[in-house]
């Protein structure tokens, strides 16, 4: 069965092929959303809650865009939205020492590099930082982009440009490090 005939099924109340539909585009919309949280937990909470409010609103998908863009923006929406409402609630908290965190570091990365970029990217604007998760590290196309947020192709390629700009200029202190 083709996405299309999967979503007029499902439109037409068809509940059983909604398990297709997401298999089909989980992986993508998980990375989408681990992108945004960067916390594993987070990413399966965004994601879950993606596909809950896709399957409950199958009724304004138009088919204008691809199912795959349209869960996507969906996600974004979701991941957005959601990390304002946990940076409100963690500003409330008392921060844990170092040592409490956890955490390990990926291979081939300086832990000082990686939390340099880290933060430079939680650094950039909301705009530029959307921009460039979806583009660099998601892969989507300029014409994606803008679906997904409502925006230009042209305002994505120039928030793209000053996102790269501005993380260039953070991590200026890292280039030696990168010389061979």
Known sequence: ??????????????????????????????RLCYRFAG?????QDFTQETFVRAFGKIGTFRGESAFGTW??????????????RIKRFRSREAPLD???RGGSTPRGIEPDL????????????????TVFLLHDLE???????????GIKAGTSKSQLFR???RLREKLAKHAGEWAS
């Open 139 to 149: 892969s989507y196309t300029h014409e994606e982009i803008g679906h997904i947020l």
């Open 71 to 84: 869960v996507c923006a969906i996600a974004t929406t979701v991941s957005l939205n959601e990390l304002r």
């Open 1 to 30: 069965m083709t996405e299309s005939e999967l979503i007029q099924r499902l439109k037409a109340g068809d509940h059983d092929v909604a398990r297709s539909l997401y298999d089909m585009h989980v992986d993508r919309v998980f």
């Open 39 to 43: 916390e594993y937990d987070l990413a």
């Open 114 to 129: 990686r939390d340099d970029l880290h933060r430079a990217i939680e650094g950039l604007p909301e705009g530029y930082r």
């Open 163 to 165: 996102a790269r700009n």
């Open 98 to 100: 170092d040592q409490l």
